[in-house]
């Protein structure tokens, strides 16, 4: 093994091949035939150029060995040069979105505390682009994540910028490949996959906004040979026209991942016939890596709707009570990355871990073991929504709500959707049952809530949502919503 930091490998692609690309930005917006517009390529040279200059910007202002960076810019080459730049000192990058209310960024920084919050590009004009002595960040990464409360917690990897140079790349990515990725580099999946590209030498197509047709466009140009998806996009390209996917060639993709929600069965079974089963890949895990599963489209369409198999030191279903759950039996999913409780793969800034005996971990997920040891998920244990890949937590949002002087009460749910897989629904309690102006219900909102989260329909009552201790059923309001007028149960 031949461990070396993560810019020193970056730095090693340039040198072997300087003028090959590096980065496409891509922000126009699906337009069939317009191929070109809104894309611009830094070549290795110019992105570590980029890189080193940003680097010295951030010295400038105080930045050095372990400080965490926050990183509030949209999908760019500035955001990759500063993640870079970062580990270029040995600092942390901490991305977040660039789209985030200033309330919301404001409880981030105040946990985060970081030394510079880089929401504009910064100045770089003038500065040297020279090399910078080598660096080591520990950790790689803090990520930021929503906790049940609705306040944010970081999620820091205990894992330092050091790659095995003598080792193939990871993720069935090859070296000096092509990756597309659509996704937004403040999550966990999209940052991940995109780094570990560039650090294989790929040339990365970097998408500013998801668009269907758009990213068609861009396989047939580019020529990936991976990429990654959440269920949600999927569900997008596969509702486009027949004659629109078919005008495309997509046969350069040989390893797509989906992951971050659960993926519908006839959805990923679409996807297989569509482009193979070899190149369907499916990983269930958590920002916090304390395990995962990973399984093919071959093996999938053996054990449909599964998530893969699991390595029993690492997983366990539990009942309540603590005891194993029966082979298809549905507890709570628990991992661990080892059976050393001294070992771990993260640490939250912010919140405390769901920890039991032996180093047993839960996020909250719901699922079954079968009797091959393969995992399926069954839903969360909490109120989390899962929409468009996203995690939701209504207690947010209720806080928000609340705030509007009309709100008596309100309880925020998540009702099925075939396109986001959840859609965040408000129920709000007024005096006298009547609605809000809902222009003015979601400009309240807007000052306090990234735009996804505002809900995405409203009910009003004068109903009572909660008990007298003040709790929710929250489950209950929703199965109330998904039975049909004739008071039978309506199947998702």
């Known amino acids: 093994m031949a461990l070396i930091s993560y810019p020193h490998r970056l730095a090693d692609h340039v040198a072997r091949d300087p003028d090959h690309p590096a980065l496409t930005i891509d922000t126009a917006g699906g337009r069939a035939g317009d191929t070109t517009a809104g894309q611009h390529t830094s070549t290795r040279a110019e992105l570590e150029a980029l890189a080193n200059r940003t680097a010295r910007a951030l010295v400038a202002r105080g930045v050095g060995p372990d400080d965490l960076v926050t990183i509030a810019l949209p999908n760019s080459a500035e955001f990759v040069a500063t993640t870079i730049a970062c580990w270029k000192l040995g600092a942390v990058p901490q991305p977040v979105s660039a789209r985030l209310p200033p309330r919301e960024l404001e409880a981030i920084i105040e946990l985060a505390a970081p030394r510079v919050v880089v929401d504009n590009p910064l100045d770089v004009d003038g500065l040297d682009d020279g090399p910078l002595p080598d660096a080591v960040s520990n950790p790689y990464k803090a990520m930021t994540s929503g906790g049940s409360t609705g306040r944010p917690k970081l999620i820091l990897a205990n894992q330092a910028s050091l790659i095995d140079a003598d080792a193939a790349p990871l993720l069935g990515m090859r070296i000096d490949g092509t990756h597309l990725m659509p996704g937004p580099l403040y999550h966990n999946g999209p940052f991940i ?230 859609l965040v629904h408000a129920i709000v309690q007024t005096d006298d049952g009547t609605a809000i102006d809902l222009d003015d219900l979601r400009a309240h909102l807007s000052e306090r809530l990234v735009r996804y989260k505002i809900p995405r329909t409203f009910e009003f009552t004068d109903d009572a949502l909660r008990d007298d201790a003040g709790k929710l059923r929250r489950s209950a309001l929703r199965a109330d919503r998904l039975k049909p007028a004739d008071g039978s149960e309506r199947e998702e």
């Open 193 to 422: 996959w995109t780094m570990t590209a560039l650090l294989a030498g790929n040339h990365v197509v970097l998408m500013g906004k998801f668009d269907a047709e758009r990213t068609l466009q861009l396989i047939d140009r580019f020529h990936p040979d991976s990429m990654y998806l959440v269920p949600t996009m999927m569900a997008r390209i596969s509702k486009l026209p027949a004659r629109v996917r078919e005008h495309f060639d997509v046969s350069s993709l040989k390893v797509v991942w989906h992951l971050a929600a659960p993926c519908p069965p006839w959805l990923k079974e679409e996807w297989i016939n569509w482009l193979g089963a070899e190149t369907i890949w499916e990983l269930y895990g958590g920002t916090e890596a304390q395990a995962a599963t990973i399984i093919t489209g071959v093996e999938w369409m053996a054990h449909k709707g599964s998530v893969g198999k699991v390595n029993v030191d690492q997983f366990k279903v539990l009942r309540p009570d603590g005891t194993e759950a029966e082979p298809g039996e549905v507890g709570e999913v628990f991992m661990r990355p080892s059976d050393d409780e001294n070992l771990r793969t993260y640490h939250y800034i912010g919140a405390e871990a769901r920890r039991i005996e032996g180093g047993w971990e839960s996020l909250g997920d719901m699922g079954s073991l079968d009797a091959d040891g393969y995992l399926y998920l069954s839903d969360r244990q909490t109120d989390m929504i899962l929409a468009g890949g996203a995690n939701i937590y209504p207690a947010e949002i209720e806080a928000a709500l609340d705030e509007h002087p009309r709100v008596r009460s309100c309880a925020v749910i998540g009702l099925p959707d075939d396109d986001l897989g959840n």
